[in-house]
């Protein structure tokens, strides 16, 4: 026991030896490190601990986690991320002046593990160049920046290739300053973020200012196989004071169809930055701008972007579009007089824009004549006009049959919308009169309606009961009533001068008249319909006005030895040249108050007619005529022509 006491005492203080830990500097460790030794740098923002790696003869002095002092390497102590100010990055910039960051943030990247994040931690640094993402082929490395970059003009991050992962939780700041006006924009320099032939990265960015471009995502490539940027996923709080926030463009020559720029889904965040209706352009000059460079031979357009939740303001433009299709924007909106122009749409190489739940859109924020092609807005809010006269229009739109001009889908008629705001065209899902009008339209300043089909209501002998409730928007009425019946007219049929209603009349025995459904009020008296017959029923001036319709029937000739008379035949000839003929009259009871003349066109021949009431004459002699009228019984002989007598 005692032994064993001895001999674990005695381990202890030879470990104890062979880890003593000395502090000191990088540099220090570098001219004099031991072997038996464990070192404590103190140098500021490089404080670590280093120990002797006796298995490794042959890593490079990198002056943050690998040290070399005599052939010996010292390896840093830690896990997770590498900090940059290991490698002699500092926080030292002041608005003015700092130390160029640009070496050390390099070496940290050089320095990584695949697979490792470079972190940079909470300051202001001062970076006089691009900063360069490895490809994930060569070796995939992550940034995560706490702390603020400022760029000198003309620099900033280019990321390259898939699968970049990147997160910026503070300020990205170009060195461009004074823009206010397109040329003073025009001026700056350098990129905020160059995702260049990017697909399948991860951007996280809080805020970016004063680039030439804030994000400028690009296939861009010249010669050999195309290249392009695509299935990104872009997450911003805030981009503003920049020539352009975010630009997509497609740019190089090469083979096949070019290369492309197609679906990356954008999570916003600001564009644009200043007081609506006061500083247009002073927080930014473009917000989203989308275009192919001249140098470009692609076939494609710009494709499937989609931007979420994006809102514009202190803008001159807020999306400035050629060379595009099927873009959508879900979500967000301009403020209030948040950009002096809202939509600038090329009309033969944009296709397929959607704005889908804007906050609101206005008809004066496209530019005139620039409305792309085929574009939509859905779920949105769209006034039209300006104060004092600017009304909501509807919620839906689509590019009209009318050149540069939109068909808004609006939910009600409003007199406003159609008759004072005319720059595009409407349509209503009701009328000006919602009972009788479906729809009202006005394209190219021109309204029109478009009408309920009229209903039909058909009283046969075996409809019972009065009085009737009539079926809204009533078309035609046929009565072959038993009895005298009553008809309650909906009112709404009575909210419009010019709407009306036909009533086929054919039991005039039996009276009939129409009161206002609600009231009982009577509105068209049984004297208005004195006989049998076909009438029209129209409103105006606040009343029913009734006017018997004069008959339109047809003539007919029967060139055989038998015929009936159908339906519409008032004067019925008959011309049959090989013996007597017979014509059949149609039933009485269903043509009460009917008259037809029947002419017998032979002079040696006879006509028969059957159908007659048994008490009269059936039988026409050559060149003879009759006159037939019902009495809803039988057919009535009142008039007879024979040659050399008439009665």
């Known amino acids: ?64 986690t690998v040290i070399v002092s005599a052939g010996k390497r010292f390896k840093r102590e830690y896990s997770g991320a590498i900090d940059g100010r290991w490698f002699g990055m500092v926080a030292d910039y002041n608005g003015t002046t700092g130390t160029d960051n640009l070496a050390g943030f390099n070496a940290a990247i050089n320095a990584a593990g695949k697979g490792q994040t470079v972190m940079v931690p909470s300051g202001q640094f001062l970076v006089k ?79 970016i200012k004063d680039f030439k471009d804030g994000i400028h995502q690009s296939g861009d490539k010249s010669g050999g196989t195309p290249d392009g940027s695509q299935f990104n996923k872009v997450y911003f709080n805030a981009i503003h004071h920049n020539h352009t926030q975010i630009r997509l463009s497609i740019k190089g020559s090469t083979s096949s169809a070019g290369n492309w720029n197609n679906e990356t889904y954008w999570f916003g965040g600001q564009l644009g930055r200043g007081v609506p ?26 494709d499937g972007h989609m931007f979420h939740d994006i809102g514009f303001e202190g803008l001159e433009k807020a999306l400035v579009m050629a060379n595009s299709s099927n873009i959508s924007f879900i979500g967000g909106g301009i403020e209030p007089q948040g950009c002096r122009y809202g939509f600038d749409l090329d009309p033969v190489t944009v296709t397929g824009i959607k704005f889908i739940g804007f906050t609101y859109i206005e008809e004066q924020q496209f530019v005139s004549g620039r409305l792309g092609i085929n574009t939509v807005i859905s779920a949105t809010p769209i006034w039209t006009g300006v104060d004092p006269n600017k ?18 889908t609006a939910n009600k008629y409003t007199p406003t919308s159609f008759n004072i705001n005319k720059t595009h065209d409407l349509i209503s899902k009701t009328g000006e009169f919602p009972t009788v009008q479906a729809m009202n339209y006005r394209i190219n300043g021109v309204g029109r309606t478009v009408p309920f089909k009229g209903t039909f209501l058909h009283v046969k002998s075996s409809t019972a009961g009065s009085p009737l409730v ?64 076909i009438y029209r029923c129209l409103f105006a001036d606040g009343q029913y006005k009734v006017s018997k319709i004069g008959a339109e029937f047809k003539t ?20 049959y040249a090989y013996g007597n003929a ?66």
């Open 470 to 533: 009539l079926p809204p928007n009533i078309g035609t009425i046929r009565v072959e009533a038993n009895q005298a019946k009553i008809f309650k007219i909906d009112v709404g049929d009575m909210a419009i001068y010019g709407e009306g209603f036909i009533v086929e009349y054919l039991t005039p025995q039996y009276p009939i008249s129409f009161v206002r459904a609600d009231n009982s009020a009577v509105l068209i008296a049984a004297t208005n319909f004195p006989s049998g017959g």
């Open 277 to 302: 209706g006061v500083t247009y352009g002073k927080g930014g000059w473009y917000g989203i701008v989308c275009s192919k460079d001249a140098s470009s031979n692609a076939s494609f357009p710009i």
């Open 556 to 575: 007919f000739t029967q060139t055989g030895a038998a015929y009936l008379i159908t339906e519409g035949i008032e004067t019925h000839y008959v011309n």
């Open 391 to 408: 009304s909501l229009a509807g919620n839906e739109a689509v590019s009209s049959v009318t050149a540069n001009k939109f068909i808004i």
């Open 1 to 64: 026991m005692k032994l064993s006491t001895l001999l674990l005492v005695v381990g202890s203080l030879l470990s104890l030896q062979s880890i003593s830990q000395t502090q000191t500097t990088i540099a220090g460790l570098r001219s004099s490190g031991s072997a038996t030794v464990t070192y404590f740098i103190t140098d500021p923002g490089k404080q670590g601990l280093f120990y002797y790696d006796a298995k490794d003869a042959s890593s490079a002095d990198n002056g943050g």
């Open 582 to 647: 017979v014509t059949t009259l149609p039933p009485a009871e269903q043509w009460p108050g009917r008259t037809i003349i029947v002419k017998n066109m032979q002079a040696a021949k006879t006509v028969q007619i059957s159908g007659v009431s048994a008490s009269d004459d059936n039988l026409i002699a050559g060149r003879g005529a009759v006159t037939l009228k019902s009495d809803g019984v039988s057919w009535n002989i009142i008039g007879f022509y024979k040659r050399g007598l008439t009665y």
């Open 129 to 207: 160049g691009n900063v360069v993402m490895p490809l994930t082929t060569v070796k995939k490395v992550n940034i995560e920046i706490f702390g603020d970059i400022y760029f000198t003009k003309g620099y900033g991050f280019i990321i390259e290739g898939m699968n970049q992962e990147f997160r910026s939780y503070g300020l990205l700041s170009g060195g461009n300053a004074g823009g206010t006006t397109e040329a003073t924009y025009a001026a700056y320099a350098g990129t905020g973020i160059y995702l260049k032939n990017a697909y399948n990265c991860h951007i996280e960015v809080n805020e």
